[in-house]
């Protein structure tokens, strides 16, 4: 059964790696991490493989190219709405806390996306599909048309990812 995306992307960050030595978060992890799918502008969402290297890989007895596939490339960068406190200032503690964790040059976090027929409002589960996700570094955030709402577009330098990989379990499962 085909499912809409509208409102089915679910992200995750991580200030802290997570514990298994695959890079793997498991549930507990990623629903304690900043929840940040409702501060991410949809529209300006890049986050996804791209075409990875390739190399030539012929034999001696082959006609035309061959090509084989090297290293892994990756597209990453998310607009952040910012979220600000009725008496002024950045709401650190609510929905601009994701951006705060990336906004200055060098900062290294683990963002994680899911997206399924599920809603982005429900919780992460063992068994989830984590589109794309690991250790990032981000960039100076740069200041995008500001048409509308106060945003910030941070790029970001992939160093550790996992594709299609599934969530683990919790350490109460």
């Known amino acids: 059964m085909?499912?809409?995306?509208?409102?089915?992307?679910?992200?995750?960050?991580?200030?802290?790696?997570?514990?298994a030595a695959s890079g793997i978060p498991n549930e507990d992890e990623l629903n304690a991490g900043i929840d940040f799918s409702c501060a991410v502008l949809e529209s300006d969402i890049a986050w996804t493989p791209t075409a990875s290297d390739t190399f030539n890989e012929k034999t001696s007895c082959q006609v035309g190219n061959?090509?084989?596939?090297?290293?892994?490339?990756?597209?990453?960068?998310?607009?952040?709405?910012?979220?600000?406190?009725?008496?002024?200032?950045?709401?650190?503690?609510?929905?601009?806390k994701a951006y705060q964790a990336v906004r200055v040059k060098g900062s290294e976090v683990w963002i994680y996306?899911?997206?399924?027929?599920?809603?982005?409002t429900?919780?992460?589960?063992?068994?989830?599909?984590?589109?794309?996700?690991?250790?990032?570094?981000?960039?100076?955030?740069?200041?995008?048309?500001n048409d509308g709402d106060i945003k910030r577009r941070v790029q970001f330098a992939p160093q550790?990812?996992?594709v299609e990989k599934a969530v683990l379990p919790g350490t109460g499962a």
Request: glycine share 10%.
């Open 2 to 19: 085909k499912s809409s995306a509208d409102g089915k992307k679910k992200w995750a960050l991580l200030t802290e790696k997570p514990a």
């Open 66 to 96: 061959s090509s084989a596939f090297g290293a892994s490339n990756f597209d990453t960068a998310l607009t952040f709405m910012r979220d600000y406190l009725e008496a002024g200032g950045p709401a650190v503690e609510a929905g601009d």
């Open 113 to 120: 996306m899911r997206e399924s027929d599920k809603l982005s």
């Open 122 to 145: 429900e919780p992460w589960e063992a068994g989830d599909i984590i589109d794309l996700g690991g250790l990032v570094r981000s960039d100076n955030p740069a200041r995008v048309n």
């Open 160 to 162: 550790n990812m996992i």
